[in-house]
């Protein structure tokens, strides 16, 4: 079994900063592309930026020069620097990984694809 969790969302004034972590837990071999996306209600999840497993970084126009994305493989780690949050920021954040290897006890070496996090919420108050 394999799960992203992330973690250090909460409540911030305008101008602040956060660093989100996704962490990957269970017996995982690599993983592909990991990326962080937001969502507020009623409307589409978009993506924040995103870091291949080659060590290219893209991160959308909305937040350039704002946000850094980065990851340890070591540790199985993504992070999302924010920094200067604006209001418009707030969203629910997610952490999503295309593709990665794990060791199943009874299976063996398995995929798994599409994969999401449960969320972290963030909030800028003006």
């Known amino acids: 079994q394999v799960q992203l969790v992330e973690s250090g969302g909460g409540l911030v004034p305008a101008g602040g900063s956060l660093r989100l972590s996704c962490s990957a837990s269970?017996?995982?071999?690599?993983?592909?592309?990991i990326s962080w996306h937001r969502q507020v209600p009623g409307k589409q999840r978009e993506l924040v930026a995103a870091?291949?497993?080659?060590?290219?970084?893209n991160v959308a126009d909305a937040v350039k020069g704002r946000f850094t994305i980065s990851r340890d493989n070591a540790k199985k780690t993504a992070y999302l620097q924010m920094n200067n949050l604006k209001p418009e920021d707030t969203a629910r954040y997610y952490c999503?990984?295309?593709?990665?290897?794990?060791?199943?006890?009874?299976?063996?070496?398995?995929?798994?694809?599409?994969?999401w996090g449960q969320g972290t919420q963030v909030t800028v108050a003006e």
């Open positions: 870091d291949t497993s080659g060590g290219v970084t």
């Open positions: 269970g017996s995982i071999l690599s993983i592909n592309t």
């Open positions: 999503h990984v295309d593709r990665m290897l794990f060791t199943d006890p009874d299976m063996g070496t398995r995929v798994a694809v599409d994969y």
